[in-house]
């Protein structure tokens, strides 16, 4: 089993930034791909980007490319998503989520965390 806990939303102006954290917990040995996705009010859940735990690539949805982020800690089980330049559009409750080793699907899902972006 693997527990995800987010952190770091809020409600801000656009055009600032803000960055989210995803603590992982339990089996972290078995972590693979984290996952970033979002879904706003009345919308499909949409992919935001993803972060390989051990070799640290990325892959970014257009939408948020050159303005977003992820990292992770490896020493912490943790990864971090900054945002900058956000725009009303962003806004949404993020969710990470993560894919064990040998798996396709992600398994394991955090709470989510509401970003609310003002114009």
């Known amino acids: 089993q693997v527990q995800l806990v987010e952190s770091g939303g809020g409600l801000v102006q656009a055009g600032v930034s803000l960055r989210l954290s995803c603590a992982a917990s339990?089996?972290?040995?078995?972590?693979?791909?984290m996952g970033w996705f979002r879904q706003a009010p009345g919308k499909e859940r949409e992919f935001v980007a993803t972060?390989?735990?051990?070799?640290?690539?990325?892959v970014y949805a257009d939408s948020v490319k050159g303005r977003f982020t992820t990292s992770r800690d490896n020493a912490k089980s943790t990864v971090y998503l900054q945002m900058n330049s956000l725009k009303p559009e962003d806004t949404a409750v993020y969710y990470c989520?993560?894919?064990?080793?040998?798996?396709?699907?992600?398994?394991?899902w955090g709470q989510g965390t509401q970003v609310t972006v003002s114009s």
């Open positions: 339990g089996r972290t040995s078995s972590l693979n791909v």
């Open positions: 989520a993560t894919k064990l080793l040998g798996r396709v699907e992600y398994d394991y």
């Open positions: 972060i390989s735990w051990r070799s640290g690539n990325t």
